[in-house]
């Protein structure tokens, strides 16, 4: 990521679809370019063809008060971010056949509001710094989708998206709701329920980021794995999720890598809950909220999530 932007969307789909929101310290701005924490239970999984769409929303709180150094230490930069996001998605699946699947597409719009205060240290002492920014994300659309059953129980995805920059940015300007360059990403999800209702779902991706024209910043290629394990009560599915991030590349500034490189990671943990009653006029509903720890390069905080999509 680079020195001035921070925070934007990237693309949800799961069992039904939604996305949002995450915040850092590495990559361009030190804040993460597409959002964490999507994906926990039903990621492999897509809603049936129908005659409109599937529609998600999604919010999600995101704040830290710490940033983490190369060594994983904690900066002497102070920081108090904070990032709240609201998401509509919708995923449309159909029955054209396409590799052995059926083809879908998908379109995410975010809202972000987002503040950010830091305290550097000088030889003259603390010196403050403070940012807000509220407004439309990066859209993130998803022209191919493909998903697969391969066996009973066992459900797969694959997914090519675009995130285009066409959030809110100014160089300036201390936190951004938009990225100022493209994202593209490929995707593989997967969800598997056995016979006794025990589920593991993953989403695999990794982001290849496009160069900011006004920083000459280009960030590293991402690896982004998110997760959910847990079991299903009735209409009820209890467990566990959370994400692993690792920044696989150096960060670029003019042509040339930026410092040590800036790579980034951080992992987290935490509760997670869905509800889904087949024939009932509840919508799919999803929750977690997660514990970010291991931090590299980045803010290490906390964040708490909810979605919900309805099939039309």
Known sequence: MSPTSLCIPKILVSAAAL?????????????PITPFGIFEFGAGMLPPPSDVATVGIRGAAYSASELRDTQGKVSPVGIKLKVHSASLAIIKTTDIPLLG?????????????????????TPAGPLPLKGSNGA????????????????????????VELQLPTGSYKADRIIN??????????????????????EVSSNIQLNVHGKNKDTNYR????????????????????????????????????????????????MALGPAISFFELGSDWPLIWTHAYKEFGARNRSQGTQFAVRAAWTF
Not at 233 to 245: E, S
């Open 19 to 31: 996305t949002l929101a995450g915040a850092a310290h590495s990559v361009e701005s030190g804040a």
């Open 136 to 159: 439309v994300g990066d859209v993130t659309l998803t022209p191919l989708i493909v998903k697969w059953t391969p066996s009973p129980g066992l459900f797969v995805n694959g997914r």
């Open 177 to 198: 709701t938009g990225s100022n360059h493209w994202t593209a990403s490929p995707a593989l999800a997967f969800t598997y329920i056995n016979a006794e209702g025990f």
């Open 101 to 121: 699947g059926s083809y879908g597409f998908a379109a995410v719009v975010p809202y972000l509001d987002m503040s950010n205060q830091l305290r550097i240290p």
């Open 219 to 266: 960030s590293g290629i991402e690896y982004q794995h998110e997760f959910g394990l847990g079991q299903h009560v009735g209409p009820w599915t209890l467990g566990v999720g959370g994400y692993l991030y690792q920044q696989l590349t150096d960060d670029k500034q003019n042509g040339a890598k930026f410092q040590d490189g800036n790579r980034s990671r951080v």
